[in-house]
């Protein structure tokens, strides 16, 4: 009779055998079974291979746990590319222990454990493992500094780089840009580079388009920097994203796409990307076809200024200084000014010292901004020089001191025109240095010449005295008029003065009263009281005593005691009405 005959069980090694073959042709699910079994026989390439296939989620449903304990086990028996492989889930703060952490609390922050990934990485350099040696360069160059030496690093990336590591040819490139200064040397920067770029590695192709686009140790290359910061972002490389994007926005060297431009800098800017951020911020303020989105830009601000960017924290401070698309509330403003400042933004502090003149922000910000200011017209700056200069004027963070202030704010008027006007007024007033009226208006002029609306006003009300100069009433007047269309108050107030009457122009007080109701609308309190006298009055041909009322009770509202007797004078309401009635009946 015919016997059955059994087929005898695969060896630990014929299972891994075919499983790499069926593998190698797609079929993990297949593969995967014989690849447990030669690894629960204990065969190191199996529980690699089974690791791999857990992480990867091939053949069996994913799992990092069970992933990093196989590779941990293949690791332990001397398996080099597990031993690589560990090495680098250990920066990601993927490792056995954590993971069965994490399985009992979700939430858990993954840190970098630099310590495990140290003791992998080396043993897998040693035991010759390209990838092991470019993952031990990283480490120490950019470990935890008591891990840090630059120079075993690369010694490492170099034996990586020779052995054809894509990421050793990137790391060698970055070690020696750290010591390039020779265009010899950047050349060889640039030509590492373009290896790692070649093998598809995004951060080698952002930084190689770096060098393109700035022409460093190479012909400047705008398009084929552009493209290949298009090649980094489709890989998902952050700053390549916000730059490829940045090109479609503007239309640089490539047809402009607006649209897709802002949806890949937006996409920077969720994946972190700080600049990005601020981009998309700039473009919902300023708006295009559409009003502009005050409240969606300072969603984006928020993002970038929590991310660190200095710019993105200033526009935030402005949206709170204004209230446009958040509450207006000047302490919120004040702490995005700080922290764009104290991240080095001059335009931040300025602000931030505008705020503190105002009687905003405390003491310790008052402190600092001067600090600031005074290291920084130390060391020449004039700009800072004349912001050092009104802090010493006006005791900002320091004992006010004139004659200091004098000084600095001298210094800044060689080349800043707000410094001229300062200087001029403390010529002219006598503080800080001996008065010298003609000195200060030549000073005002200077700077009036140069546009400065308040210089331009005081320049007037010089010319309207006759102080440090000739008088000049119709040229005072052409000044005024000339601030006034940028909306000065003051100046709006002047003209109305000048227009009323005792001054060496033409007496028009149609003309004078409606810039002192312009004046007056916009809450300056002598504008207020005279057109209350002019509609009292009937000055310019129309009495209006409700009208009259009306703005010499805003004037005293603000603290103008003379505009009590003018109030005094007028008829009760009710008899001014019936007087009015009368009139009218005749």
């Known amino acids: 009779m015919w016997l059955l005959l059994r087929m005898p069980a695969l060896t630990s090694s014929a299972a891994l055998r075919r499983g790499v073959r069926l593998a190698e042709l797609g079929n993990f699910k297949r593969a995967f079974p014989l690849f447990s079994r030669a690894a629960r026989a204990g065969h190191a390439e199996a529980e690699y291979r089974v690791g791999r296939c857990y992480l990867e989620g091939t053949g069996v449903p994913p799992s990092r746990a069970d992933g990093a304990r196989w590779l941990e086990r293949a690791a332990n028996r001397g398996h080099i590319a597990a031993q690589a492989e560990l090495a680098t889930l250990a920066i990601h703060g993927l490792t056995p222990s954590g993971e069965t952490q994490r399985l009992f609390s979700q939430n858990a922050a993954t840190e970098p454990d630099f310590i495990t990934s140290l003791r992998w990485a080396r043993r897998a350099a040693e035991g010759g493992s390209a990838d092991g040696q470019a993952i031990l360069g990283y480490i120490l160059t950019s470990g935890p500094e008591t891990m840090r030496d630059l120079d075993e690093a690369h010694r490492w990336y170099e ?21 390039a200064k020779t265009p010899e040397e950047h050349a060889e920067v640039a030509e590492h580079l373009r290896k790692a770029a070649g093998a598809g590695l995004p951060t080698a192709q952002y930084l190689l388009a770096l060098m393109m686009e700035r022409g460093i140790a190479m012909p400047a290359d705008r398009a084929g920097a552009i493209d290949l910061f298009r090649q980094a972002a489709e890989k998902g490389n952050r700053p390549s994203q916000a730059r490829w994007g940045m090109a479609l926005m503007e239309g640089l060297t490539v047809k402009a796409n607006p649209t897709e431009g802002e949806s890949w800098l937006r996409r920077a800017a969720l994946a972190g990307d700080p600049s990005a951020a601020a981009v998309v911020g700039d473009l919902y303020a300023k708006g295009g076809k559409l009003p502009p989105n005050f409240a969606e830009a300072a969603m984006w601000f928020r993002r970038a200024a929590a991310a660190g960017h200095r710019g993105g924290a200033r526009a935030l401070g402005m949206l709170h200084l204004t209230g446009a698309g958040v509450h207006r509330d000047a302490e919120e403003a ?94 002219v007033e006598g503080r800080g240095v001996d008065a010298a009226p003609e000195e200060g208006r030549a000073w005002i002029k200077r700077a009036a010449d140069m546009g400065m609306v308040e210089a331009e006003v005081q320049l007037a009300e010089l010319m309207v005295n006759g102080r440090g100069g000739p008088k000049d009433h119709p040229g005072a007047l052409a000044l005024f ?19 009323g009457g005792g001054h060496e122009v033409p007496m ?57 007797n003018d109030l005094a004078t007028l008829p009760p309401l009710a008899e001014a009405r019936q007087t009015e009635q009368q009139a009218a009946g005749r």
């Open 334 to 427: 004040a702490k995005w000014f700080r922290m764009s400042a104290e991240a080095g933004d001059p335009t931040a502090r300025v602000d931030l010292a505008n705020l503190l003149l105002k009687g905003q922000g405390d003491a310790e910000d008052a402190i600092k901004t001067r600090e600031w200011f005074e290291q920084a017209a130390a060391s020449g700056d004039l700009v800072a020089a004349f912001n050092f200069g009104v802090c010493l004027a006006e005791g900002v963070g320091v004992e006010r001191d004139d004659r200091k202030a004098a000084q600095w704010l001298r210094r800044a008027a060689d080349g800043v025109v707000n410094a001229q006007y300062w200087y001029g007024r403390m010529l």
């Open 508 to 564: 028009d007080r149609v003309t004078a009263r409606q810039w002192f109701q312009a004046a007056a609308e916009r809450g300056h309190a002598y504008a207020q009281m005279m057109l209350g006298r002019y509609l009292a009055r009937g000055l310019a041909g129309e009495r209006d005593p409700d009208r009259a009322r009306v703005w010499l009770e805003r004037a005293v509202a603000q603290g103008l005691q003379e505009a009590r």
């Open 481 to 499: 008029e000339k601030a006034a269309a940028r909306g000065h108050v003051g100046a709006m107030f002047a003209i109305g003065a000048m227009n």
């Open 159 to 179: 034996r990586s780089a020779t052995a054809g590591c894509p990421q050793g040819v990137l790391g060698l490139a970055l070690s020696l840009a750290r010591r």
